[in-house]
């Protein structure tokens, strides 16, 4: 498989949930998440350190791990009016960021994640933040950008857990399926 690197958008990615972390603080909890982005959303204004965590490629017919990268990235968030745009050097760009109120995301990275060991699943976050993934504000950025293989159409998916912490996804889908690559990440402040 020739080589492949996402290193734009999925370095800006991370995953750093541990149980000691217990995503146990409520304060983004609502009947209505939108409320709280109504209220709050400027609060997420600011520098945000990224990181990767586990993922997966296909690529090829062919699957593989994408471990956990150790590098950290800055992503920044601006709010305007209700309006948010996030911007990361690693893309190279400024994409709009919403609320998302699309189907619940699925956080698990695919079967051959298996070989990364345990990553919580939906239900397990739910647990650990003690609501409803659904009572808390998802945010959803798209866009697309230049790597050296391609374009890279990419999908960020957050939830807030706190005004200084997110988890989510990414995938990002190269030169239009000749590869998809998914990543865990984590956004904190």
């Known amino acids: 498989m020739p080589p492949f690197s996402f290193r734009s958008f999925v370095s800006i990615c991370v995953f750093t949930l541990t149980a000691g972390q217990a995503l146990a603080d409520s304060e983004t909890c609502y009947d209505d998440p939108t ?5 709050n959303g400027h609060l997420l204004e600011g520098t945000w350190v990224t990181q990767s965590g586990a993922g997966s490629l296909s690529m090829g017919g062919q699957s593989m791990v994408l471990p956990v990268q ?7 968030i601006t709010w305007n009016g209700g309006a948010m745009e996030i911007t990361s050097t690693m893309v190279q760009g400024q994409f709009p960021l919403t609320v998302w109120d699309g189907p619940r995301f699925n956080y698990t990275p695919g079967a051959e994640s298996e070989a990364l060991g345990k990553v919580p699943d939906m239900d397990e976050l739910e ?7 659904r009572m808390q504000p ?8 230049q790597e050296p293989e391609g374009t890279v159409e990419f999908n960020l ?3 807030v857990q706190s005004a200084d912490h997110m988890v989510g996804v990414t995938k990002g889908v190269l030169n ?8 865990w ?3 904190r402040k």
């Not at 409320?35 to 209220?39: K, L, T």
């Open 157 to 159: 998916y957050l939830t």
């Open 176 to 183: 239009g399926g000749q590869g998809v690559a998914r990543r």
């Open 127 to 133: 647990i650990l933040h003690g609501c409803s993934i």
């Open 70 to 76: 150790n590098e950290a990235f800055d992503a920044i």
């Open 138 to 145: 998802q945010l959803h950025s798209t866009g697309t950008y």
């Open 185 to 187: 990440i984590t956004f």
């Open 35 to 39: 409320q709280w982005m109504a209220e």
